[in-house]
């Protein structure tokens, strides 16, 4: 559905030029939830909003890469793939929302405060769906029934700051699939909710997606997030993803030592209560290692080769790869490029 | 043997709320309504529950950033509420706050050096600069902080240093007592670990107990010897720390442990979420407040509030039920 190669987007600041995404590829397929993991800084969120030519200019700038749309028809004959990079800013506009909808982190800063939900909602529909009037409400209402707000009729008089934060990001999410979008891009949707309520949105994206066809990237720093939405994670560190695959390849076998670290760090309800192994030291800036590996300060496992040489990727046939120089990942049936 | 150290007992906290312009009537909202447990010297204590459940109003009234309406505090055997001046100060040097964001509760003009020596100068701990330096070189090293770095200024740490910054900062005085409001949750998840065992190493090192406040049950876990958790201004369940994970008794105990989504791919897991938000505390639920959310309530539950019972000499629980009642019985289904 969404083939991103090598994405590059580079922002220029007083200290140079920072590769805040510095060559990251990946895809999703129809009706796949692909979590892209890391922690602030890493350029998960940067990374999305390249997906859309979103990056603020200047001082960001795309500087290389992919980014392609399968065509709307399934089977996709005739049609080819749109690159959105290549794209002109009027083409984009009817791929943003229509197409690749996105949902943030905080609902109220992407809201409006001075419009009621309704408002808002057939808005959207007016401008991708040329849809005015009492359909436009009624596909609203019906849109707020299915993301479980009750009395959708009455609430769509509502202003966005009469609503809790759950019940915002409900509205968001309606909002986002009112278009019947290909793909969603969701931000940390769910970050700043009690845990009650993330479980609540969390199983309400899951269900809305299965059985549509609906892919979703779903950006998180939340390991526990991931192993519960993920068919595939990856997971991103200084601007660059260090290992990708399978939900369950990445959880019960990590590869990489910082996602080995990551896993071993999570307090967690059951097991021993001691001590948490930690990862010393702290993530550098996105794209400020000139040469090796940018996880090589903090590792465990640092060889010489590491400082040097750019580490490199190691695939496998299930879609899984891994960028690291331990030669026991490679002696596996993995093979080296 | 260890004695208490902090004993809350039966703390509320109302705020006037006021309707509408014409409104005559005076409303109140019960933030926190009834509260009352122990800290032992040395040890933690986890108070948790969802945004809005009055476990920060609890802490801001125990460092007197909130007026008690009703309730007292009491502090290494002294009630707060008959100390004033001197005493008083003396008392609140020996309870400090640690907050959820260290970024915007360190002044960004100062430096991180000013900014640790601060207390110690509010409360003229040292006559010399000399003897002050040395002190605040002793915490930045306590908490894992390069004395080289006294110069710089908050914008030029990272999230990590910044809260290292700010428990030095909590710890100048030698409390006795800190208080941690989410001292990690907004950090990113490879520095919290480290903050974690950074707050356990530091209670072992000068015997310091916690009142930990969290959202996030597995930090709780790997942090409290007892904890404590709110609902709507009230404890629902008081366990120490093992019971509570593995034996929790009220429902809402229940759904929180449900909530946390394990580190560990389960693609069967469809356990059903807690529906529902919390309601306003200014017109709470009749009964137990938990009920309209609960999916064992029982007639009984929305009529009549369930007081806080002793289970065992250690575990409290505010419910009707018990786990043998409620465990396995859903009666959403039925009721709709």
């Avoid at chain 1, 090796?292 to 490199?312: E, K």
């Avoid at chain 2, 933690?44 to 969802?50: I, S």
């Avoid at chain 2, 309730?71 to 400090?96: S, T, V």
């Avoid at chain 2, 929180?256 to 989504?261: G, I, K, R, S, T």
Wanted: hydrophobic residues 40%.
């Amino acid at each position: 559905m969404l083939d991103v190669r090598n994405l590059k987007t580079y922002f220029s600041t007083d200290e140079g030029e920072v590769r805040a995404v510095d060559g990251v590829s990946f895809a999703i397929a129809r009706g796949e939830i692909l979590c892209l993991v890391g922690e602030s800084g890493c350029g998960k969120s940067v990374t999305a909003m390249s997906l859309l030519g979103l990056v603020p200019s200047p001082p960001g700038r795309v500087v290389a890469g992919e980014v392609l749309l399968a065509p709307e028809q399934e089977g996709g004959d005739g049609a080819s793939a749109l690159d959105l990079r290549k794209a002109s800013e009027s083409e984009l506009r009817q791929v943003r929302g229509r197409r690749i909808a996105m949902i943030f982190q905080d609902p109220m800063t992407s809201l409006n405060p001075y419009l009621t939900v309704g408002v808002q909602l057939t808005e959207v529909l007016e401008v991708h769906m040329r849809m005015r009037g009492e359909p436009a409400r009624e596909r609203a209402a019906q849109m707020l029934t299915s993301v479980g707000i009750s009395d959708a009729e009455q609430r769509l008089n509502d202003y966005p700051h009469e609503m809790s934060g759950g019940i915002r990001q409900r509205v968001m999410i309606a909002m986002a699939l009112l278009c019947e979008p290909d793909v969603l891009i969701a931000d940390e949707p769910t970050t700043a909710l009690d845990v009650t309520i993330q479980a609540q949105i969390l199983a309400l994206i899951r269900q809305l997606q299965e059985g549509t066809g609906l892919g979703v990237l779903l950006i998180t720093h939340d390991l526990g997030v991931v192993a519960n939405m993920a068919d595939r994670v990856a997971v991103m560190y200084a601007g660059r993803i260090v290992e990708q695959g399978p939900v369950e390849a990445i959880f019960d076998d990590p590869k990489h030592p910082y996602t080995a670290g990551l896993l071993r760090s999570l307090p967690q309800l059951s097991g021993p209560c001691e001590t948490l192994p930690v990862i010393p030291g702290l993530p550098p800036p996105a794209g400020s290692t000139e040469r090796g590996c940018s996880f090589a300060p903090r590792c465990d496992r640092v060889m010489d080769r590491c400082w040097q040489q750019d580490p490199p990727t190691v695939r496998w046939g299930s879609g899984r790869h891994v960028v690291c120089h331990l030669d026991d990942i490679a002696t596996e049936d993995g093979e080296r490029r | 043997m260890s004695r208490a150290l902090l004993e809350v007992k039966d703390l509320s906290v109302h705020f006037p709320v006021r309707r509408g312009w014409f409104e005559r009537e005076q409303r109140w909202l019960r933030a926190v309504d009834g509260v009352s447990f122990t800290i032992q010297e040395g040890r933690t204590l986890g108070l948790v529950g969802e945004s809005g459940c009055g476990k920060s109003t609890t802490a801001r009234a125990i460092v007197g950033l909130n007026t008690p309406t009703a309730g007292e505090i009491h502090f290494a055997g002294k009630r707060m509420a008959d100390l004033d001046g001197p005493a008083l100060r003396e008392a609140r040097r020996g309870m400090q706050m640690v907050f959820q964001d260290p970024y915007s509760s360190l002044d960004p003009r100062m430096m991180l050096g000013d900014i640790i020596a601060e207390p110690l100068r509010a409360h003229r701990v040292y006559r010399s600069r000399t003897e002050e330096r040395k002190r605040v070189a002793v915490l930045m090293d306590q908490v894992g902080l390069a004395t080289s770095m006294s110069g710089r200024y908050p914008h030029e740490l990272s999230g990590g240093q910044r809260q290292r910054a700010g428990i030095a900062r909590a710890l100048a005085l030698k409390p006795r007592l800190v208080i941690a409001d989410e001292p990690v949750s907004a950090l990113d998840m490879s520095i919290r670990a480290q903050i974690i065992n950074l707050l356990g190493e530091l209670q072992d090192e000068l015997s310091i107990a916690y009142l930990f406040i969290a959202h996030d049950l597995a930090v709780v876990r790997h942090t409290c010897d007892e904890v404590v958790v709110m609902y709507l201004g009230r404890i629902v369940e008081r366990a120490p720390r093992e019971r509570l994970f593995t034996a929790a008794e009220h429902p809402y105990t229940q759904a929180l442990l449900d909530a946390v989504l394990p580190p560990r791919p389960m693609r069967d897991r469809r356990s059903l979420p807690l529906l529902g938000d919390v309601p306003s505390p200014v017109d709470p639920p009749s009964g137990c407040a938990f009920h309209p959310r609960c999916a064992h309530a029982v007639e009984e539950c929305r009529v009549e509030t369930p007081g806080l019972e002793a289970r065992s000499h250690d575990h409290e629980v505010a419910c009707h039920l018990t786990p043998d009642e409620w465990r396995g019985s859903d009666r959403r289904g039925a009721d709709a």
